[in-house]
């Protein structure tokens, strides 16, 4: 805790994650697509993506529903009870209505009222958006306990007449609790984002009226988004080391965004980081979006991969376009 003489850090105390119970495999999606009359493979999606497997919900099931599981269990892993919690950020793209934020909803659903709660909205990089919005929140003194939670069912987004997005998604979320600490904790953050690139990875459609004009559903120039994130994960890595004055050497561990297994092996490469300290659940998850950096990260640390006092990369990437990367002492 907080002294009057030390400073103020904010540091992960707890992690948690769900993910629906409908798993679909790579051949699953080559039959659903093939009712369509279109063609893919499970060699080109591995190949391509890494991908093998994703979870879609169910009807009826909501971001919020996926986020109060992982809520719960990352507030059991830090050995808390939900009325601890001064702040809940929820990052999504999927959220439940249009309004309230999925995070008003989900701090219903865990019992608890009256803390702030509101969402982030910065794609792929959300999760990372929230974290850094909450661990500035708690060192300038304004939360002491945070809910940090990506969380999405992207499949009710997908065009699946699409070959090049709809194998690539699937639904999820993670959390983690961030607490006030007199020991770091988080290093170092940093964002971008460059709106000149709003067209290749967005859902274009919106609410008018009473109708949605325009499309409700997910469109990208794979390709292009492709070299623009490999650019700019190494860059963001070499941001956050320097802020932190550490070097790639002192990295244990780095959850990358898990979108494809290509640009995340090319950013461990970049940053001369053997293979095995990168952890991918790209393979089992799909593409989660904001929700992929919490659930590797979970993943992880019930594995026992990630253990206390780790240094940990979190990097996030997509649309926006945005970027960034936090750099934590678990
Ligand atoms: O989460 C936000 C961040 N998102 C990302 O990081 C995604 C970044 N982009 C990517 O991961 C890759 O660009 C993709 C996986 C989306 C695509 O891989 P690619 O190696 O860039 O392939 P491509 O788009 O250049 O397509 C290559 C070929 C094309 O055929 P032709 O034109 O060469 O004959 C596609 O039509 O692969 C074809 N193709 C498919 N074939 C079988 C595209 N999708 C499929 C498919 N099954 N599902």
């Given at each position: 805790m907080t002294t009057s003489h030390g400073p103020r850090f904010s540091r992960i105390t707890g992690t948690g994650s769900c993910l629906p119970p409908r798993k679909l495999s790579n051949a699953d999606m080559v039959a659903m697509l093939a009712a369509r009359g279109i063609e893919t493979s499970d060699e080109w999606i591995v190949e391509r993506t890494g991908i093998r497997n994703r979870y879609f919900v169910a009807d009826g099931c909501n971001s919020s529903d996926l986020a109060a599981t992982a809520c719960r269990h990352a507030l059991e892993a830090a050995g808390l009870k939900a009325d601890a919690v001064d702040l809940i950020v929820v990052a999504t793209s999927t959220p439940d209505m249009v309004f309230p934020s999925t995070a008003s909803i989900l701090q219903n659903k865990l019992g608890v009222h009256g803390c702030a709660a509101f969402d982030v909205q910065a794609v792929c990089s959300g999760f990372v958006y929230a974290l850094t919005v909450a661990d500035a929140m708690i060192k300038a003194g304004s939360a002491r306990c945070a809910l940090v939670v990506g969380a999405e069912v992207f499949s009710r987004i997908l065009n699946f007449d699409d070959r090049t997005t709809c194998v690539l998604f699937g639904d999820g979320a993670g959390a983690v609790v961030l607490q006030e600490s007199a020991v770091p904790g988080i290093l170092a953050t940093d964002l971008h984002a460059d709106g000149r690139h709003v067209g290749i990875l967005c859902v274009p459609g919106s609410v008018a009226g009473g109708q949605v004009t325009g499309s409700p559903l997910l469109t990208m120039d794979g390709p292009a988004v492709f070299k623009l994130a490999v650019g700019v994960l190494e860059d963001a890595a070499r941001a956050v080391l320097k802020k932190a004055e550490r070097t790639e050497a002192d990295l244990d561990w780095l959850v990358p965004h898990q979108a494809n297994i290509r640009i995340m092996q090319s950013t461990a490469r970049k940053l001369r980081?053997?293979?095995?300290?990168l952890i991918s659940t790209v393979d089992d998850h799909g593409n989660t979006s904001a929700a992929s950096v919490p659930l590797a990260l979970d993943v992880a640390v019930r594995q026992g991969r990630i253990q206390r006092g780790d240094t940990v990369l979190l990097e996030g990437v997509g649309g926006g376009f945005t970027w960034g990367a936090v750099l934590l002492d678990f």
């Amino acid at each position: 805790m907080t002294t009057s003489h030390g400073p103020r850090f904010s540091r992960i105390t707890g992690t948690g994650s769900c993910l629906p119970p409908r798993k679909l495999s790579n051949a699953d999606m080559v039959a659903m697509l093939a009712a369509r009359g279109i063609e893919t493979s499970d060699e080109w999606i591995v190949e391509r993506t890494g991908i093998r497997n994703r979870y879609f919900v169910a009807d009826g099931c909501n971001s919020s529903d996926l986020a109060a599981t992982a809520c719960r269990h990352a507030l059991e892993a830090a050995g808390l009870k939900a009325d601890a919690v001064d702040l809940i950020v929820v990052a999504t793209s999927t959220p439940d209505m249009v309004f309230p934020s999925t995070a008003s909803i989900l701090q219903n659903k865990l019992g608890v009222h009256g803390c702030a709660a509101f969402d982030v909205q910065a794609v792929c990089s959300g999760f990372v958006y929230a974290l850094t919005v909450a661990d500035a929140m708690i060192k300038a003194g304004s939360a002491r306990c945070a809910l940090v939670v990506g969380a999405e069912v992207f499949s009710r987004i997908l065009n699946f007449d699409d070959r090049t997005t709809c194998v690539l998604f699937g639904d999820g979320a993670g959390a983690v609790v961030l607490q006030e600490s007199a020991v770091p904790g988080i290093l170092a953050t940093d964002l971008h984002a460059d709106g000149r690139h709003v067209g290749i990875l967005c859902v274009p459609g919106s609410v008018a009226g009473g109708q949605v004009t325009g499309s409700p559903l997910l469109t990208m120039d794979g390709p292009a988004v492709f070299k623009l994130a490999v650019g700019v994960l190494e860059d963001a890595a070499r941001a956050v080391l320097k802020k932190a004055e550490r070097t790639e050497a002192d990295l244990d561990w780095l959850v990358p965004h898990q979108a494809n297994i290509r640009i995340m092996q090319s950013t461990a490469r970049k940053l001369r980081l053997p293979l095995d300290k990168l952890i991918s659940t790209v393979d089992d998850h799909g593409n989660t979006s904001a929700a992929s950096v919490p659930l590797a990260l979970d993943v992880a640390v019930r594995q026992g991969r990630i253990q206390r006092g780790d240094t940990v990369l979190l990097e996030g990437v997509g649309g926006g376009f945005t970027w960034g990367a936090v750099l934590l002492d678990f």
